[in-house]
């Protein structure tokens, strides 16, 4: 089945950066759409980023310039580059895959992560 694995949360001061990884198995990784999404307390879920199966990435306008999502083939791991990291990134961050699209855009994922807590502090 599927599996989908994060790490690389923690706490960090603004400012910061973390890289998140995610290691996935049970299906085929390099011909898959995948991405991050983020949950803070409250507040709905975010799609943070996106890499399609053709390669091309989409990230929320608030991430634009900080955040980077990339995939390792060889390894069947994701990756979010956060840098500059502000106390409102503060979430937990889960690892997806299997886009959901409508229109062009993706607008969910079939398969999720645990999730790992990053904590942003001023």
């Known amino acids: 089945q599927v599996q989908l694995m994060e790490s690389g949360g923690g706490s960090v001061q603004a400012g910061g950066s973390l890289r998140l990884s995610c290691v996935a198995s049970g299906y085929t990784f390099s011909s898959t759409c995948m991405g991050w999404v983020r949950q803070a307390p409250g507040k709905e879920h975010l799609r943070v980023a996106t890499i399609d199966r053709d390669g091309s990435t989409t990230d929320t306008d608030s991430v634009k310039g900080r955040f980077a999502i990339s995939k390792d083939n060889a390894k069947n791991t994701l990756y979010l580059k956060m840098n500059s990291l502000k106390p409102e990134d503060s979430a937990m961050y889960y690892c997806?895959?299997?886009?959901?699209?409508?229109?062009?855009?993706?607008?969910?994922?079939?398969?999720w992560g645990q999730g790992t807590q990053v904590t942003v502090s001023s």
């Open positions: 997806a895959a299997d886009c959901v699209h409508s229109g062009g855009d993706v607008v969910g994922y079939n398969y």
